[in-house]
């Protein structure tokens, strides 16, 4: 066992442990808090599901700005420095939501958080495919979903343990982690942005930042984009919906909404490794329609079943999807990208996780407050078998291409 965690160490470069351990420790601050997040707007400032969603719209449309100015920093001037900034800002303007006690001016604040928040996101993920090579993307992504998950498994259990007594420690203990981030990444991690050209260095800014037109003029990125949207709308649903659906329809306190978390990272920890190796062999637009799948059955269980333990295994028929499909999705959004332009690609694959929380909180609100409950998990179904469709599509135009055959191609000579 100790032999094969040699060889699995050894096989990554150590900038690689270095960026797994800081995101590893960032992970369980921020699971400490957002999976309780919808819960503490709906409970401090007495609004309804569709409030809650707003702040979450509202702040994800915040983040796709920073997303976008963020990736244009990166690949102009690197990594470090921006994700440095994301950590610390975000830390200090996170903590202040924590002492807010109007409602506007928390909203007002919630924008700011994702403005900051979302700045890093673009050059963390260009950083791991600046460090790995094309044939071990797969499995790099794959461990660093591993990583996210055993953070999952602590910090949902810490953070139920601590809204229970006062939501307020939940934002004084995401604010110190980050900051003890923030200090890591700057005694030990390098920057790892690849050479600029001398054309790229001496172009202005603005030159950089209309690079995003070449990004949304790939045609058959932005199709992987969309369909992807789709498939995140219904998978975001855990991350706000499902806490305050668990309670309100089924009288779940956030405990056990923890226990329920916590399963899907169990999960991840456990298979992820054998799941990544046994997807990589595979057409990667094929492994994301069957993620998408599971997706379906999982989070349609939802509208039907109504007892913990059927509550846990609709999160792990989830969680074998999300293990399928989150280290797909960052391998085929790295294959399209040119090098010079990987942040930027990353930036606008970040909108495939912004725009869900953009429109999914704040639909399903809608939902929530003046129907039935259970027609948002219909909802989701429906729009799982458009994005199962979707991925179908592009891989029967796109798996063809030497870099679409495979999860993860075969090593170069």
Same mark, same amino acid.
């Given at each position: 066992?100790?032999?094969?965690?040699?060889?699995?160490?050894?096989?990554?470069?150590?900038?690689?442990? #270095?960026?797994?351990?800081?995101?590893?420790?960032?992970?369980?601050?921020?699971?400490?808090?957002?999976?309780?997040?919808?819960?503490?707007?709906?409970?401090?400032?007495?609004?309804?599901?569709?409030?809650?969603?707003?702040?979450?719209?509202?702040?994800?449309?915040?983040?796709?700005?920073?997303?976008?100015?963020?990736?244009?920093?990166?690949?102009?001037?690197?990594?470090?420095?921006?994700?440095?900034?994301?950590?610390?800002?975000?830390?200090?303007?996170?903590?202040?939501?924590?002492?807010?006690?109007?409602?506007?001016?928390?909203?007002?604040?919630?924008?700011?958080?994702?403005?900051?928040?979302?700045?890093?996101?673009?050059?963390?993920?260009?950083?791991?495919?600046?460090?790995?090579?094309?044939?071990?993307?797969?499995?790099?992504?794959?461990?660093?979903?591993?990583?996210?998950?055993?953070?999952?498994?602590?910090?949902?259990?810490?953070?139920?343990?601590?809204?229970?007594?006062?939501?307020?420690?939940?934002?004084?203990?995401?604010?110190?982690?980050?900051?003890?981030?923030?200090?890591?990444?700057?005694?030990?991690?390098?920057?790892?942005?690849?050479?600029?050209?001398?054309?790229?260095?001496?172009?202005?800014?603005?030159?950089?930042?209309?690079?995003?037109?070449?990004?949304?003029?790939?045609?058959?990125?932005?199709?992987?984009?969309?369909?992807?949207?789709? @498939?995140?709308?219904?998978?975001?649903? @855990?991350?706000?919906?499902?806490?305050?659906?668990?309670?309100? #329809?089924?009288?779940?306190?956030?405990?056990?909404?923890?226990?329920?978390?916590?399963?899907?990272?169990?999960?991840?920890?456990?298979?992820?490794?054998?799941?990544?190796?046994?997807?990589?062999?595979?057409?990667?637009?094929? @492994?994301?329609?069957?993620?998408?799948?599971?997706? @379906?059955?999982?989070?349609?269980?939802?509208?039907?079943?109504?007892?913990?333990?059927?509550?846990?295994?609709?999160?792990?028929?989830?969680?074998?999807?999300?293990? #399928?499909?989150?280290?797909?999705?960052?391998?085929?959004?790295?294959?399209?990208?040119?090098?010079?332009?990987?942040?930027?690609?990353?930036?606008?694959?970040?909108?495939?996780?912004?725009?869900?929380?953009?429109?999914?909180?704040?639909?399903?609100?809608?939902?929530?407050?003046?129907?039935?409950?259970?027609?948002?998990?219909?909802?989701?179904?429906?729009?799982?078998?458009?994005?199962?469709?979707?991925?179908?599509?592009?891989?029967?135009?796109?798996?063809?291409?030497?870099?679409?055959?495979?999860?993860?191609?075969?090593?170069?000579?």
């Amino acid at each position: 066992m100790i032999e094969r965690l040699q060889q699995t160490y050894n096989q990554f470069p150590r900038a690689y442990w #270095v960026v797994a351990g800081t995101h590893f420790i960032d992970v369980i601050g921020n699971t400490l808090l957002n999976p309780f997040f919808a819960l503490y707007v709906t409970q401090k400032f007495n609004v309804g599901m569709t409030q809650a969603g707003f702040i979450l719209a509202t702040n994800s449309v915040a983040g796709i700005i920073g997303s976008a100015i963020g990736g244009a920093i990166s690949d102009r001037f690197g990594r470090r420095g921006i994700i440095l900034f994301g950590l610390v800002v975000s830390a200090l303007s996170g903590l202040t939501l924590g002492f807010v006690t109007q409602y506007y001016l928390f909203y007002a604040m919630s924008v700011f958080v994702g403005l900051m928040g979302s700045a890093a996101h673009p050059a963390h993920q260009a950083m791991i495919a600046d460090l790995l090579p094309p044939e071990k993307r797969a499995e790099g992504f794959g461990m660093m979903r591993v990583i996210s998950n055993f953070a999952w498994i602590i910090g949902p259990s810490i953070g139920g343990f601590l809204a229970s007594f006062n939501f307020l420690y939940l934002f004084l203990s995401d604010a110190v982690i980050s900051i003890a981030v923030a200090v890591l990444v700057f005694r030990l991690l390098p920057e790892t942005k690849p050479p600029t050209t001398e054309k790229t260095a001496s172009e202005p800014f603005s030159q950089t930042l209309r690079g995003y037109v070449h990004a949304v003029a790939d045609k058959p990125f932005i199709a992987f984009i969309i369909a992807s949207i789709l @498939m995140i709308i219904v998978y975001q649903q @855990m991350y706000s919906t499902l806490s305050v659906y668990l309670r309100d #329809v089924h009288n779940v306190n956030p405990r056990f909404y923890g226990l329920v978390m916590s399963s899907s990272a169990v999960t991840v920890v456990l298979f992820q490794f054998s799941i990544t190796r046994i997807i990589k062999k595979y057409p990667p637009f094929l @492994m994301m329609a069957t993620a998408t799948f599971f997706y @379906m059955i999982g989070f349609t269980m939802y509208g039907f079943v109504a007892t913990i333990p059927l509550f846990v295994l609709a999160m792990v028929i989830i969680t074998i999807g999300e293990m #399928v499909g989150m280290p797909t999705s960052n391998v085929l959004a790295a294959s399209f990208a040119p090098e010079e332009m990987r942040a930027r690609y990353m930036a606008v694959f970040g909108l495939t996780w912004a725009v869900p929380a953009m429109i999914g909180p704040w639909g399903a609100g809608l939902i929530m407050d003046n129907y039935n409950p259970n027609y948002v998990w219909y909802l989701s179904s429906v729009l799982c078998v458009i994005a199962m469709a979707a991925f179908y599509v592009l891989h029967i135009r796109l798996g063809k291409r030497e870099s679409f055959r495979r999860v993860e191609p075969a090593p170069a000579d």
